[in-house]
């Protein structure tokens, strides 16, 4: 049985918050794990079942747990990923509070020193591995999610290729914002922000071990992408003025 301290604050939903996290972070639970039932902890902590509640409800909001129905239901220990942080970017981004520029230059900034360490590391397993992406890109897609996952794989395996964690953590969690601003704007045909071989400069420079090569063929293909991705936020900008103009009018 885990050492869980009683709670004697008034506030005692947050103190069973910020232990049950602590437990989460040092791995005293790990991801998959099924936390014990309200009623167990309620006895550990020596609190309400409610206050327990309001805990693990803080902790789903906090991506630290995710809570499933039936038979085997309950708040189950989620794999702490960078999902939370680009979720929230989205909301900023439709609020108008992140634009296509300001995350454009995040990509430029890091994505070219990505690519040059990914070089610099690259692997002859990890290079099968980008090869294998970027060819699977090819063949034609029926939907933006599709798309989008095709697309975003070499990115995700360059900055795993380039071990620096951190730096993957936070790259990974752009280009998953940028994922979901493409499904937000919705293109149609669904490849036309990213066509097919797209990626193929940019993956014969890592291939063929140039790693200056490499950041600077990353740095052009962060500027055309960021070119296309400008013009369909305009286009969709300019579709939702004219829904809002025509649902003022039928009104």
Do not use: W
């Amino acid at each position: 049985m885990l050492d869980f301290k009683p709670i004697k604050q008034p506030r005692v939903s947050e103190e069973v918050f910020k232990q049950l996290k602590g437990a989460v972070l040092s791995s005293e639970f790990k991801a998959g794990d099924k936390l014990p039932p309200e009623r167990e902890l309620a006895e550990q902590f020596q609190v309400s079942r409610i206050a327990i509640r309001e805990a693990i409800r803080s902790l789903e909001n906090s991506g630290f747990v995710e809570i499933r129905q039936g038979a085997t239901g309950g708040a189950y220990v989620t794999d702490l990923t960078f999902e939370q942080l680009a979720g929230a970017c989205l909301d900023l981004f439709l609020a108008n509070k992140i634009s296509i520029h300001e995350l454009h230059q995040v990509r430029i900034l890091m994505e070219p020193e990505v690519a040059r360490l990914a070089t610099l590391n690259a692997t002859p397993e990890s290079k099968q591995r980008l090869r294998e992406a970027f060819e699977a890109e090819c063949p034609p897609v029926a939907t933006v999610k599709e798309d989008v996952a095709l697309g975003t794989k070499v990115h995700f395996i360059l900055a795993e290729m380039c071990g620096n964690r951190f730096l993957e953590a936070i790259v990974n969690s752009v280009i998953k914002l940028n994922a979901n601003i493409i499904e937000e704007l919705n293109p149609d045909p669904p490849n036309s922000i990213h066509p097919p071989g797209m990626h193929g400069p940019l993956v014969e420079a890592v291939l063929s071990g140039d790693p200056e090569a490499a950041a600077e063929v990353m740095r052009n293909h962060a500027i055309a992408f960021y070119d296309n991705l400008n013009r369909l936020e305009k286009e969709y900008r300019e579709r939702k003025d004219l829904e809002i103009a025509d649902a003022r009018s039928d009104n």
